[in-house]
């Protein structure tokens, strides 16, 4: 158990729709990543929040949104959804300036 | 930007020694991280090497060469529970805000 706790675990929803991915980092981190990763592919950078600022973008859609909260949990809105979103969708954590990111296991995006 | 490149699959049997290479090509470079990640599990760190030269882990070590943008992963003793996606990682562009994973290496272990 890496600590970092992702809801839900699997989302089903239909094109077009919205979804919210959330996320709670591990006690004390202050950063939250926020990666895609496609049926046998890489890991995608999304975007990463440090203590409740964006910090870093990658090749986020404008459909995608993010943000952490005061608390540090973190949440990822996904908009207008397409079939090709369909993805599993990880949260990771880290303390501040570290390079071991910890991964939440996931939240399992089916568009149907 | 950046981009890394590994070989998508690697075959060994249990006991032997495997070697996976990343050449990595970025701005800014910091440092070679290695996760390893089971079907249907996550990501979980490995290795992180910052400076030229070989970081030991275990059965595990990871080289890192700055000059030539090269790196790998070695896994000694081969053992079934290897069987997994093996990712090299750069922190890039301002440290560790923005870790940008290569496609992956499947490694396969057979007894």
């Known amino acids: 158990d890496s600590g970092v706790t992702q809801t839900p675990k699997h989302l089903i929803t239909a094109t077009g729709q919205r979804v919210t991915l959330r996320c709670s980092p591990r006690?004390?981190?202050?950063?939250v990543y926020w990666y895609q990763q496609s049926l046998d592919q890489g890991l995608q950078f999304l975007i990463q929040?440090?203590?409740?600022?964006?910090?870093a973008k990658g090749n986020i859609l404008e459909r995608f949104s993010a943000q952490q909260f005061p608390d540090l949990h973190s949440e990822l809105n996904l908009s207008s959804l397409e079939l090709g979103d369909s993805a599993l969708y990880f949260c990771?954590?880290?303390?501040?300036?570290?390079?071991?990111?910890?991964f939440g296991s996931g939240t399992q995006l089916s568009v149907l | 930007g950046q981009s890394l490149e590994q070989p998508s699959e690697v075959t060994a049997v249990e006991g032997a020694i495997v070697q996976i290479n990343c050449t990595y090509q970025?701005?800014?470079?910091?440092?070679l991280s290695w996760y390893q990640q089971h079907d249907g599990g996550a990501p979980t760190f490995l290795s992180y090497?910052?400076?030229?030269g070989l970081e030991e882990t275990g059965r595990f070590s990871s080289f890192l060469s700055r000059s030539d943008s090269y790196g790998y992963l070695l896994l000694q003793e081969l053992q079934m529970k290897d069987s997994a996606s093996y990712f090299c990682?750069?922190?890039?562009?301002?440290?560790?805000?923005?870790?940008?994973f290569g496609a992956g290496t499947r490694l396969a272990v057979h007894p």
């Open positions: 090497n910052a400076l030229d």
């Open positions: 006690s004390g981190d202050l950063s």
């Open positions: 929040y440090y203590n409740g600022e964006e910090r």
């Open positions: 990771a954590s880290s303390v501040a300036g570290s390079e071991k990111l910890f």
């Open positions: 990682a750069v922190s890039a562009e301002g440290g560790y805000n923005k870790l940008i």
């Open positions: 970025t701005s800014g470079f910091y440092g």
